[in-house]
Structure formats: structure tokens, C-alpha cells
């Protein structure tokens, strides 16, 4: 054991500035080389992003459907044929010394098993939300990834986008008083495909949707809601919403006092939105949770406030994926660990419980 | 008893027409006179409302501070200080020929007593929301008013707002489709006074403003809902918030699987607003619920749609008192008559119970 004193301390520190005002070495600057599992539209953003990025590079392809979609990425991104691998043989990705992470687009419920397949097989994982389908499954994830040493990110990509990191600043210095609550939501009417199976969705639009506001909410709060009020509705007759509700709309209630107000639905259309309410003000962020054009405005103690994300897809991914490729090199905890996708899941399991649904 | 045939009913129709494009009678264009009862902001507008209506007249007041208030509004309408009562001989208004009808200004938990009163007295009733402070009240207001034969309208100004009416059509054409679900909200941090006083009160924010997005979506979805979610909070500590809640979230769903969700605050700023949801389109009502300034805007099948309200204050005011003044003459029931004060009176104690806390 090193004792380290002040003094002690205060030069390591010295030196530690001054070695990064150096040029950093080879093996610093190399990108990392990623894998995405599931060539979905998601994916497509993510591999946009990393052909933008000094930090990240896209090397291997993990795809149930090799022969219709590697040859499009390998020409696009300079891939190897011979790093395409399926869901068969995944687990080679071991051996493979051009991967150092992966990328997990799937469907929910297969984030899981891919993240712990990944972590043993020594890759680090940026996964996407949510984390998984049920807290179970993700401390399972935290727990392989911790103990093969690997690096568990989930890709809540507001929290990298700067207009929202202003806005939680923003929320968070009192120009709007004490924050006393929020409403949100985020809607839409036309959602089909996997996202209706509840096998491969393991819920409805909270997963998918609601868990943006939810993220949002916790996330400017500070805090994690201990109390919950929710129901669910299905409107639409037929086939579509036979496995997963059509909306559902919760409220939270946090330690502190703060009471937050969601829902989201696959079957009716509204702006996506967050209203941050203050004793002395408020932000109203809308649209809130898309992938560019992102707005606030309000009023605070200091007069009114509006901004605009100029930013255009994918500068969220691009500066999620750098963030994680820095967290990789300097062996740092991300900022959106798998501990954050966790405690999501458990506010949802908590609100499908209040509604009286399982989750799964 | 008469029996009126078909042939008979339509002669009487035609008659019945024709006589109401002849000049009306003397009697019949006489003001309804009116004695408002409480002389706090909310009556101040409906005095307002009265001098600028042909139909209507403030003749009397009811006040417990005549010496300071009376003389003003004696001078700025006309009234005679014989016609100036207070909450001791208010019953004598029954002998008074030149009162027609009262309006309840009053604190919410007045509203019964002074509405069973009026009845009594013989007296036409129209009646701030909230109608009172329980189904119970509500149910004896209707039976005084039904058992003196005298009118009974709540003063839901909303539903005589020219541009809310235009929404109420435009939700309901099939324009965005099929009406999926409601997201809304009135909130405000600088409520003081007999509102934090429960036992004039009744109860907190929901009560008072909480009760506009509740009567919205009953009134836009043409449904009573049947199942109720909802949370209570208090952040801000201290004497404020003894007596009533600071806030409160609840969503409701409906028997065709609407889904709505809103709230109401005392103590935290956001906007007021409504999002009518369908399935193939949105509106959006912000600001929502004030006296003037309504705008919406939305989506449609047959694209952007906006509108807002050119009318200023009192003109909500005018239009029902107008429209009361109407159905006393035309021996009609109000557009909002008690059972439908009655109905977010039901509503309101469904969701005190779903959120744990009583309602008086």
C-alpha cells in the first residue's frame, strides 16, 4: 500500500498536467474499434458517427443477415471481410485482436445475453437503452462486465448533447428557484415491427420512449423516485397492440418533494416535451428527445431564455461513442454507466407494477 | 294532460319560429338582474361582463364588507344601496323584486350554502367552479335548485370561448383521427390566501386549477372516465403548505381507452396547456385556460393548423353570462348545468382517493 500525502499528491498532480500537455503516445490515439450487434437503423447512426470521429472506428460487423447487409458496410467503412461475424459465432469475436468494444443495437431483449457474451469475451459494450428488459437482467449485465473487466456503457446519448447539458445546468442553479417538478412526454402513432412483439420488446412504449423523459426527469433531478402512480390503455382494437399496451402515462414522486408527470404511447401523436418547473421559473424543452433540432426556451429570475441545439445527426452518437472511447483509454467510469440503465429499469418495472402490468 | 301529435308539434314549430323572428316582447328583453354574491377578483370581472351586456345587469351585491365596497360598485353600475346585502340578511333577497339570479364568487367551500339559499329565495343561480367542495353538495345544490324551480349553471367560462369551441369541433371531426389521449396542466407558484385554507378550499390546486384540464378532457372526449391514478406532493416546507397540497399529478383513463394525464400546482411555474391526441394528428392549446391570449396549433390530416383568440377579458365572462340569461328566459338548461359541476366534482374525489389524501 502507497501512502500518498499532500504534498506528494499535489506533484503526482503536477506531473499528470504536464504529461497531457505532451503529444500522447501511438497507443493512446488509436481509435477504438468497434463491432455493432444489429444492423438496424440505430446502428446505421452509430457507424455514421464513428466515421466522423477521431476516437472511434467501426472494424467488425455482428449480423444475422451477413450476405445482404456486409457487403454495403464493408465498402462503406473500410470493414474486413473477414471480421462479419453472426449470432452463431459471436463468442470468436474473443479472438478477434481488431475489436475492442461493441456496439448493441438490438432489439430489448437480447441486450442482455449479447452484453455478457461480449463482456466474456473481453470486448467492452456500449449498449443501447434500454439497458435490458428487467433489472434482473441488468445487474447480470454490470456483473459480467465487471468481472471480465470490461468497460459497461448505455447509450443515453442526451446526456452527451450539450444543449441538454446546458439545461441541466440551467435547471440546476437556481434561475428557475427550486425545481418542484416536470412533465413530459414523448408520443407517437405509427410504431410497428419488433417494438409490438412483447417477446423481443418486453414492454411497450415506456421502453422505448417514456425512458426519455424518465432519464431526463432523474437525471436533472438528482434523485430516484420512490413512489409511483401509473396506468396503461389500448384503445386500438386488433392485432397491433395484442402483446404491448398502446400508452401509458405514470407520475413520480422523489425524496425531496419532487412530483414528475410522463407517458408515452405507440399509438397517438403529441410533441415530445419536458417542462422543468421551478419555484421562480421554468424550461420547457421541446422538441426534447430527436436525434437534432432540439430546443428550449423559458423564464427565470434573470428574464426569459431560449436556445437551439445547431447540431445535426449524428453529433449526440459521435459525442457518446468519444465519450466512451475516452473512458476506455483512461480506465474511467462512463457517465452513463450500466448503474444508470439499472435504476431506469427499475423506475419502469415500479411503474408497470402501479399500473398493474407485468414488464415481461 | 295534452297529447300532441306529430302534426300538432310541427305546426307548434312552425309558430315557434316564427315568433322568434318577430321583435321579442318587452319582458322577454328585459336584463336578467343579477346580485353577485362575494365581491373578490373573480366577481369584479362578471360585474364587468354585466355592464357590457345587453342581456345582463348587476342590480345587487352580496358582500361582507359593504361599507368599504359597496359604494364603488354602486357608483360604477347603477345599483341602490336598498339592493346591498350582506351574508346576515341574504336570505331577504327573496322579497327583492329587482334580483332575479345570484352569482357565487365566494371561497369554494360557500358555494352550496349560498347556492341552497339563493334557491330557496327563489333565486336563478349561477355558480363558480369548482361547483363545491363535494359530490355531496353538489347533489343537494341540484335538488334545491330543482325543487324551487330555479336554474342552475356552473360557470365553466371555457365553454363559451368561441376558439375552445373550435377546438372541441376540430378534436372531434376526425381531423387528427381518433382521439387517443390528453396531456395537460395549470400550474402557478405565487398562489396565496383562502386557497391554502382547506377548510375554505376544500382542498388544493386541483381544485381550483387543476379542475381546467380535468373538465377539458371530459368535455373533449365526451366520456366520464372510470379509472384514476394520482400522487400528491409537498416540497416546499413550512406553514404554506399545512392545509393543502402543493401539487398534485393524476392521469385518468376512459371506457373507450383514452388515456389522459395532467396536473395542477400551487407552488411551481409551467406553462398551462392541453395536447388533445389522436391517431393521426395533435392539437396543442397553450395558454390554455386564462381569461384571454388562447392559441393552439397542431397537425391534422389536412395539415398545420393554428388559430387564437382575438377577445379580451371579460369577453368568456359575457358569452356565459349571456348564455345563462338565455336559458333562464327560454326556461332551457345551461350548456353546463350542475350535473356537469357534479361530474368534476365525482372526478375530483376519485382522484384524492387514488392519490391517499382526503378531499375535505
Known sequence: MTIINRRTFTTLSLLAAASSALPQSAEAQMPLRFAPVGLGVISNIFMEACAQSTKCKV?????????????????LYGISPKNVYDYGNYDEIAHNPEIDAVYI?????????????????????????????????????????????V???????????PLWQRIRQLARSGAIGEIQGFQGGFYGSKTS??????????????????????????????EEPDHFAAQVAT?????????????????????SGILASSGSSYGEDAPAYLSVDGT???????????????????????GPVSDASPNKLP????????????CVRDNRTPATPGEEGLKDLLAIEAIYRAAGKPIA
Chains 1, 2 share one sequence.
Not at 452484453?115 to 473481453?122: L, M, N, Q, S, V
Not at 419488433?194 to 424518465?214: E, F, V
Not at 384503445?235 to 425524496?255: C, D, H, L, T, W
Open 59 to 75: 472494424t467488425a460487423l455482428v449480423t444475422g443477415h451477413a450476405q445482404q447487409k456486409a457487403p454495403k458496410y464493408e465498402a
Open 193 to 222: 415491427g419488433w417494438r409490438l412483439n412483447r417477446k423481443l420488446a418486453g414492454g411497450g412504449s415506456l421502453l422505448d420512449m417514456g425512458i426519455y423523459p424518465l432519464n431526463a426527469i432523474r437525471w436533472l433531478s438528482g
Open 235 to 255: 384503445k386500438i382494437s386488433g392485432p397491433r397492440f395484442a402483446q404491448v399496451e398502446e400508452s401509458i402515462e405514470f407520475n413520480m414522486r422523489f425524496p
Open 280 to 302: 421562480e421559473g421554468n424550461l420547457w424543452v421541446e422538441p426534447a428527445y430527436g436525434y437534432q433540432g432540439l430546443k428550449y426556451h423559458g423564464s427565470t429570475i434573470h
Open 315 to 326: 453529433y449526440q452518437f459521435l459525442a457518446e461513442a468519444d465519450h466512451f472511447a475516452d
Open 151 to 161: 468497460k459497461l456503457m448505455i447509450a443515453y446519448r442526451l446526456h452527451y448533447d
Open 105 to 149: 443495437g438490438l432489439p430489448n431483449s437480447m441486450h442482455a445475453e449479447y452484453t455478457i457474451r461480449a463482456a466474456k469475451a473481453g470486448k467492452h459494450v456500449l449498449c443501447e437503452k434500454p439497458m435490458a428488459i428487467s433489472s434482473k437482467e441488468c445487474r447480470q449485465m454490470i456483473d459480467a462486465c465487471r468481472q471480465n473487466n
